[in-house]
């Protein structure tokens, strides 16, 4: 049992790249979540699935999309990378929401020049 | 909204001394609450969380909250700290509300910014 799992663990970027960092669970949790955690600023929620084949927006969800096509994995895109998204990702999920807890990634640390 | 303060982003204890790390929220409804763990290159994990059965709160690793709601806080505390217990601490509120319930719920945690533990041997 891997929990979750996160690809790649270190990315360098430069602005205006694409990449897709990959979200893996195996615990058949329906929650899942991607979060940015920059310095002094704790986590910040960006986007999130409440089952196979749906997404939400979260906090700061600008400049990123989601993708749900299977119950195990959650995709991030990045599509036109800005400085701005240097940060550390985190992936999590849930078999309830809010009041169960959330398994967390080892997380994927973000750098764009 | 919901929100969470976090008093002192860095917080010094010797080892074997009493560990306390603070943590108020505001919430419009009756909140769960949450505090995480995360060591250095790590993910976050759950050390202990409420929702809304006893008031005081027995998670891992020896800590625990008590949850105050004349207060709206919810601190964690340890008897006596262990160098292992150095690393950042997040408490994190949600309220409680899921779509199924209300037709307009939240699947949100919001976070606090985090409290860095030092313990000094």
């Known amino acids: 049992n891997a929990g979750v799992t996160q690809t790649p663990k270190f990315r360098v970027l430069k602005t205006g790249q694409s990449m897709t960092l990959l979200c893996a669970q195996d615990m058949n949790h329906e929650y899942m979540y991607w979060y940015r955690q920059d310095p002094g600023m704790g986590l910040r929620l960006i986007h999130y699935?409440?089952?196979?084949?749906?997404?939400a927006k979260g906090e700061v969800p600008d400049g990123y999309n989601v993708s749900r096509l299977k119950k195990q994995n959650f995709l991030l895109g990045l599509e036109s990378a800005a400085p701005s998204q240097t940060s550390v990702y985190f992936c999590?999920?849930?078999?309830?929401?809010?009041?169960?807890?959330?398994?967390f990634g080892p997380g994927t640390r973000l750098t764009v020049t | 909204a919901q929100s969470v303060t976090q008093l002192g982003s860095h917080v010094s204890v010797s080892e074997g001394a009493l560990v306390l790390l603070r943590c108020n929220y505001s919430s419009s409804v009756p909140p769960y609450l949450f505090w995480y763990v995360q060591y250095p290159n790590q993910g976050l994990q759950l050390l202990l969380k409420y929702t809304s059965a006893a008031t005081l709160v027995k998670g891992i690793n020896g800590f625990e909250a008590e949850f105050k709601k004349s207060e709206t806080s919810f601190h964690l505390t340890k008897p006596s700290a262990h160098m292992s217990d150095a690393a950042e601490y997040f408490c994190a509120v949600s309220d409680g509300r899921t779509r199924a319930h209300s037709g307009a719920g939240s699947y949100q945690l919001t976070f606090g910014k985090g409290t860095k533990l030092s313990v000094i041997p």
């Open positions: 699935s409440v089952g196979e084949g749906t997404t």
């Open positions: 999590a999920s849930s078999y309830y929401p809010l009041s169960y807890e959330q398994y």
